[in-house]
């Protein structure tokens, strides 16, 4: 039974936000988004800052409630099924709001006790490995650079088989090498059906090469959406692709 | 023609030339205009707390001891005030390193931000003696006798904080203050909730700085003329140690109130339900404080206090209450604000 809910799960969309709508107090950042993510598809979410890209990351994770609209994840509404809904979300957290005092390895224990997992993922800790994060396990997070706590983010996020992993700039900060073992990761899990990955970024290589769709988010909505054959095609274009692609759907919009 | 000032209209002529604390005055400007019933309100019920507790009939009667004892009332005031000054000057270093104004070629106004501290502390403490004297809970010597006191236990407690952080090294980070504990040998294959209790504790280190402290404490007590005002030495350590497991049980308290944000948001995206988190992140903080505790009661015992072993677990259970009360309080807040351990999540 436990595995055929789990294949009712698998076919649902990883994600679906319809007409939502969030802020701050009396400052309205998102206003009427509408998104759709499968399991086996890796979204690229762009938009200028301060557009709305962290708000709306913030409430797919359950941090912040929106004022209308709604969010299912994996066919469970966040709104009235909170946990269920959670159960499915790997969320990569700003470096920032790591424990600055708390050891890596702490963070990784504490996060999968959190998330009720019997163990750590070893594919996980194969990741640290290829990270060369396993060194800094025993160190304070408050000692770490950006990027290495920009990984361990990555790792925590990843704990737990998510099906929906939502990562917030996860390349800001990495060393090359890191970065390309993140992004193989990435496509490897997605390609395999494992999950869906909606990723907010200013990398625009990383939406070319790594990405099956993109969506430009404007002054709190969805100003444009690229799907997997018109990103393939601005792969193909000589010159500025997909840089010029946005500013052009910027000035449009 | 007169140069137009870049600074906002309505800042002191007196901070035009401080960076520092025309940030420090803009910071409290906004919250104060953003935030002006809570500000307000919260100002007025301090003031009424603090004007009833002075004008309360059995503080009276303490401010009449402290007089009579002048070498602890006068340790005492040293010893907070002395580490008022090292806390506030540990803040002012880690500032000076990572301040957003850091790399300005001007001064911190480190020295004036210290001296308005201790001005603004002991302008709190004369007010109190005022108040209760006022309230003719005191007469007119002994509250002199208190002012004088306490304003010379500040300076000299103020002087030894500031001398002795100011040979501690510069800029240590607050993580340089906490332990790295063993990792357990199953920590992959069986995660559990359990170091998430060492981040408060952690967060305690950080603020009581044990060595700082212990450092101060010493110089105060040997500053303490012993005997000559009828105060045994025996008394004035006892005053010292007092001080010390006070300041103790307050930074563990104080810690895991501050620190229950940061976890509540750290784990937000978690399936942790509420009591779970409650029970794993305070426990630590309650066992170290009974532990604290228990040992201020044994020493009572053994010295043959009276009245030790019953007043000591009255006062202790009280207190393990109320802090236990206060961490569980902080956390439900926390995670109410970013929706840990809540079933539904919405509009």
Same mark, same amino acid.
């Given at each position: 039974?436990?595995?055929?809910?789990?294949?009712?799960? =698998?076919?649902?969309?990883?994600?679906?936000?319809?007409?939502?709508?969030?802020?701050?107090?009396?400052?309205?950042?998102?206003?009427?988004?509408?998104?759709?993510?499968?399991?086996?598809?890796?979204?690229?979410?762009?938009?200028?800052?301060?557009?709305?890209? /962290? /708000?709306?990351?913030?409430?797919?994770?359950?941090?912040?409630?929106?004022?209308?609209?709604?969010?299912?994840?994996?066919?469970?509404?966040?709104?009235?099924?909170?946990?269920?809904?959670?159960?499915?979300?790997?969320?990569?957290?700003?470096?920032?709001?790591?424990?600055?005092?708390?050891?890596?390895?702490?963070?990784?224990?504490?996060?999968?006790?959190?998330?009720?997992?019997?163990?750590?993922?070893?594919?996980?800790?194969?990741?640290?490995?290829?990270?060369?994060?396993?060194?800094?396990?025993?160190?304070?997070?408050?000692?770490? =650079?950006?990027?290495?706590?920009?990984?361990?983010?990555?790792?925590?996020?990843?704990?737990?088989?998510?099906?929906?992993?939502?990562?917030?700039?996860?390349?800001?900060?990495?060393?090359?090498?890191?970065?390309?073992?993140?992004?193989?990761?990435?496509?490897?899990?997605?390609?395999?059906?494992?999950?869906?990955?909606?990723?907010?970024?200013?990398?625009?290589?990383?939406?070319?090469?790594?990405?099956?769709?993109?969506?430009?988010?404007?002054?709190?909505?969805?100003?444009?959406?690229?799907?997997?054959?018109?990103?393939?095609?601005?792969?193909?274009?000589?010159?500025?692709?997909?840089?010029?692609?946005?500013?052009?759907?910027?000035?449009? =919009? | 023609?007169?140069?137009? !000032?870049?600074?906002?209209?309505?800042?002191?002529?007196?901070?035009?030339?401080?960076?520092?604390?025309?940030?420090?005055?803009?910071?409290?400007?906004?919250?104060?205009?953003?935030?002006?019933?809570?500000?307000?309100?919260?100002?007025?019920?301090?003031?009424?707390?603090?004007?009833?507790?002075?004008?309360?009939?059995?503080?009276?009667?303490?401010?009449?001891?402290?007089?009579?004892?002048?070498?602890?009332?006068?340790?005492? !005031?040293?010893?907070?005030?002395?580490? !008022?000054?090292?806390?506030?000057?540990?803040?002012?270093?880690?500032?000076?390193?990572?301040?957003?104004?850091?790399?300005?070629?001007?001064?911190?106004?480190?020295?004036?931000?210290?001296?308005? $501290?201790?001005?603004?502390?002991?302008?709190?403490?004369?007010?109190?003696?005022?108040?209760?004297?006022?309230?003719?809970?005191?007469?007119?010597?002994?509250?002199?006798?208190?002012?004088?006191?306490?304003?010379? $236990?500040?300076?000299?407690?103020?002087?030894?904080?500031?001398?002795?952080?100011?040979?501690?090294?510069?800029?240590?980070?607050?993580?340089?203050?906490?332990?790295?504990?063993?990792?357990?040998?199953?920590?992959?294959?069986?995660?559990?909730?359990?170091?998430?209790?060492?981040?408060?504790?952690?967060?305690?280190?950080?603020?009581?700085?044990?060595?700082?402290?212990?450092?101060?404490?010493?110089?105060?007590?040997?500053?303490?003329?012993?005997?000559?005002?009828?105060?045994?030495?025996?008394?004035?350590?006892?005053?010292?140690?007092?001080?010390?497991?006070?300041?103790?049980?307050?930074?563990? !308290?104080?810690?895991?109130?501050?620190?229950?944000?940061?976890?509540?948001?750290?784990?937000?995206?978690?399936?942790?339900?509420?009591?779970?988190?409650?029970?794993?992140?305070?426990?630590?903080?309650?066992?170290?404080?009974?532990?604290?505790?228990?040992?201020?009661?044994?020493?009572?015992?053994?010295?043959?206090?009276?009245?030790?072993?019953?007043?000591?677990?009255?006062?202790?259970?009280?207190?393990?209450?109320?802090?236990?009360?206060?961490?569980?309080?902080?956390?439900?807040?926390?995670?109410?604000?970013?929706?840990?351990?809540?079933?539904?999540?919405?509009?």
């Amino acid at each position: 039974m436990a595995s055929a809910m789990r294949d009712g799960e =698998s076919e649902r969309p990883a994600l679906q936000v319809s007409s939502l709508h969030a802020g701050y107090d009396k400052l309205a950042v998102l206003s009427g988004v509408n998104l759709e993510l499968s399991r086996g598809e890796w979204l690229a979410l762009l938009g200028p800052n301060a557009s709305g890209k /962290t /708000t709306l990351l913030h409430c797919i994770a359950g941090m912040l409630i929106p004022s209308a609209g709604s969010i299912v994840i994996c066919g469970h509404a966040l709104r009235k099924d909170a946990m269920a809904a959670k159960r499915q979300i790997g969320f990569g957290c700003a470096p920032d709001r790591l424990p600055t005092l708390l050891t890596g390895r702490q963070c990784l224990e504490v996060y999968a006790a959190a998330k009720s997992l019997a163990a750590i993922d070893a594919e996980v800790l194969e990741l640290a490995e290829q990270f060369a994060f396993t060194d800094m396990l025993d160190r304070f997070v408050g000692s770490y =650079s950006l990027g290495t706590r920009q990984k361990l983010a990555v790792l925590l996020a990843l704990l737990g088989e998510p099906a929906l992993v939502v990562l917030d700039e996860a390349f800001n900060g990495l060393d090359p090498a890191s970065a390309l073992v993140l992004k193989k990761h990435l496509r490897a899990r997605v390609s395999a059906g494992r999950c869906g990955v909606l990723l907010a970024t200013h990398a625009l290589d990383v939406v070319e090469r790594y990405s099956d769709r993109a969506a430009l988010l404007l002054d709190g909505r969805i100003a444009r959406q690229w799907s997997t054959e018109e990103l393939a095609a601005l792969r193909a274009m000589p010159g500025e692709g997909l840089e010029a692609a946005l500013a052009a759907a910027a000035a449009v =919009s | 023609m007169p140069r137009a !000032s870049p600074l906002p209209a309505g800042i002191p002529r007196l901070l035009a030339r401080r960076p520092h604390l025309i940030a420090a005055w803009l910071r409290w400007r906004n919250a104060y205009r953003c935030k002006r019933a809570r500000v307000l309100g919260g100002a007025a019920l301090v003031v009424a707390l603090a004007v009833g507790m002075a004008a309360a009939a059995p503080t009276g009667g303490l401010l009449q001891r402290l007089a009579a004892s002048p070498a602890v009332t006068f340790a005492l !005031s040293a010893c907070l005030f002395g580490l !008022s000054a090292v806390h506030r000057q540990a803040r002012l270093r880690g500032e000076a390193a990572t301040s957003w104004l850091a790399a300005l070629p001007v001064a911190g106004s480190g020295r004036l931000r210290l001296a308005l $501290g201790l001005i603004v502390g002991l302008l709190a403490a004369v007010c109190f003696v005022g108040v209760a004297w006022a309230a003719g809970r005191i007469t007119e010597p002994t509250a002199s006798l208190l002012v004088l006191l306490t304003t010379a $236990g500040a300076l000299v407690g103020s002087l030894a904080g500031w001398r002795l952080q100011g040979r501690a090294a510069a800029g240590a980070p607050g993580w340089h203050y906490a332990m790295v504990r063993r990792a357990r040998r199953r920590w992959a294959t069986a995660p559990s909730l359990a170091p998430l209790s060492y981040w408060p504790v952690a967060q305690a280190r950080i603020f009581s700085r044990p060595r700082t402290t212990s450092v101060v404490v010493l110089i105060v007590l040997l500053a303490i003329p012993s005997g000559s005002h009828d105060v045994p030495g025996q008394v004035a350590i006892a005053v010292a140690a007092g001080s010390i497991t006070f300041f103790t049980l307050l930074a563990l !308290s104080a810690a895991a109130v501050r620190v229950a944000g940061d976890a509540a948001r750290w784990l937000a995206p978690t399936t942790i339900r509420l009591r779970s988190f409650i029970a794993a992140y305070v426990w630590r903080v309650v066992l170290e404080q009974a532990a604290v505790l228990g040992v201020v009661i044994f020493l009572a015992c053994a010295v043959d206090y009276p009245h030790a072993l019953r007043a000591g677990m009255a006062l202790s259970c009280t207190y393990l209450a109320t802090s236990c009360a206060a961490a569980s309080g902080a956390c439900v807040w926390a995670c109410r604000r970013v929706g840990l351990g809540t079933a539904s999540r919405g509009c």
